[in-house]
């Protein structure tokens, strides 16, 4: 099968498509042909230094993946061959979704979202169970809460909008003016300028703050949180703001896992029209470098896809 790895640590150059074995499924696993694959920030970031999940081994990178299950493993009871799913297996562990076939545990999938292609897909796996498993799983946002999602128009934050909004929330972005129209598309609410307003002093009793940007805008999150109000940190561990308990809040870090009950909701707001992922770039495989150098000018408006033909 073709497969794009990473042939050594550094720049987009260093992703190679090679021919390599198709996988075989075992104990309780599927092997997926891969139509398509999303492409995120972990994946370049892992491209460039493996020590971003103490990797010490070249990998094979990619973790969203939608496509047509070819064979089951032994004991494997949800799926046939035929059934079209989606999915982010082994997170954070190798997947290597940039390639025609995926080997995975069942439960790492569920059923494509029927009103949803494959492109469309293949953008929600990672991205959407960020924002689930913060938004739902971790903060227990309900109807009535005030929740400010940072970088709003981003992979993560597109989705992380449309997640609260569903959820009855009141709904406030920050991102750059142009994409403001977009956000209130989306369901938000207010829409904040950081180019051109402080968020402190135009946001206020906010009981959740989504925040996929870390340092100074984390800290900062703090001040607009009310007491028991909870700050969701995405970057990482050395992300998450001191002083949290001193002003009466929550903050956590949280890495994304495989979640099949998360991509069952996840399908069903897809299929209800409650949930639609951003494609702004679609490139075939073979320009999974190109994917790369787009993505990493930090400009994109919700997904890049690879197509796998």
Known sequence: MRAVVVSQWGGPEVLTEVETARPEPGL??????VHAAGVNPVDWKTRASGALIGWGEVPMVGW??????????????????????YGMPHFPRQAGGYAEYVVAPARHFARKPASLDHVQAAALPL???????????????????RVLVHAAAGGVGHLAV????????????????????????LGADEVVDYRSQDFTEVV????????????????RSLEVLKPGGRLVSLPGPDDVPAGAAERGVHAAWT??????????????LADRGLLKPLVETVLPLEQAAKAHEIGEQGRTTGKIVLTVA
Do not use: C, F, M
Not at 28 to 33: A, D, G, K, T
């Open 127 to 145: 991205a959407a169970l960020t924002a689930w498993q913060a938004l739902v799983d971790g903060a227990d946002v309900r109807p009535g809460d």
């Open 28 to 33: 309780n696993e599927i092997l997926v042909r």
């Open 162 to 185: 449309q997640i609260a909004k569903a959820r009855g929330a009141y709904v406030i972005g920050t991102a750059s003016a142009a994409k403001h129209g977009l956000l209130r598309g």
């Open 204 to 219: 206020a009793d906010v009981d959740v703050v989504l925040d996929a940007l870390g340092g100074e805008v984390a800290r």
């Open 255 to 268: 890495l994304v896992e495989p979640d099949r009950k998360g991509l069952e909701e996840i399908a069903a």
């Open 64 to 85: 969203d993946v939608s496509g047509t299950v070819e064979a089951v493993g032994p004991g494997v009871t949800l799926y046939r061959p035929g059934d079209e799913v």
